[in-house]
């Protein structure tokens, strides 16, 4: 058999096997993310629990953060925030708890700038979540001023009134229509272990460029047959 041509049959072969890695990580990435979505979609799907009973004196909060969560009080006037970067934007406000503690409550999206009146004492449900992740992201040029491209609880520290939960929630369809608006996609947190089994997807691209350079290597260590170089010159012999 000719020696190029088993050379390139052998890269060949490192090639298909390249490929056979590769397709197992990206089957195996998104059966992980397909797994992510099932597990947060289980968590938010559970029975719902007291804010108030989950959140410590001190602040401390249970593992509460993607579950539906239930809580009594009213919105606290004057602080109304738009939130996004395009329209329709969240309508987010201060809501204060029957024992007078504060939490953000986004009530729906809006396609225009709302006037949020005082609603009075009322109990909602809605999934509670951790403070959007920090971007380049801006507001749409006519938002109202003041209004923000993600609700970062940092920020509402400083504005809105006090003690304030270190998270938000996300009114449900019925909630939202209350206030007539839509319904708000609840930002739900990422199980932990994304890395590790992102790692685990990295690996088999990783074995898949290995297999094309061990396939390389060996057509480069193979030698003509000997009933290739009959006849051939010594010095026509590698």
Known sequence: MNLKFRQGLTIFAGILVAIGMVVMGLWQMARFQSSIADVAGERAAQAPVSLAQSVAVDGTIDDVYGRRVQLTGEVVPGHQLLVGSQW???VAVPFEMSDGRIVPLVLGLTPRDVDITDAGPMDVEGIFTAGDQEGNLTPPSDAPVGSSATLRLQE???EWPQPL????VTLSTDGAQRFGLDAAEAKLPEVQGTY???????QWWV????AIAFSIVVARG???D???VEGLEPSEVS
């Open 88 to 90: 329709p934007m969240r």
């Open 207 to 210: 074995f898949a460029a290995a």
């Open 222 to 224: 193979l030698r003509p």
């Open 165 to 168: 939960i270190a998270g938000y």
């Open 226 to 228: 000997p009933v290739d």
């Open 196 to 202: 590790m089994h992102q790692g685990y997807a990295l």
């Open 156 to 158: 509402l520290v400083q």
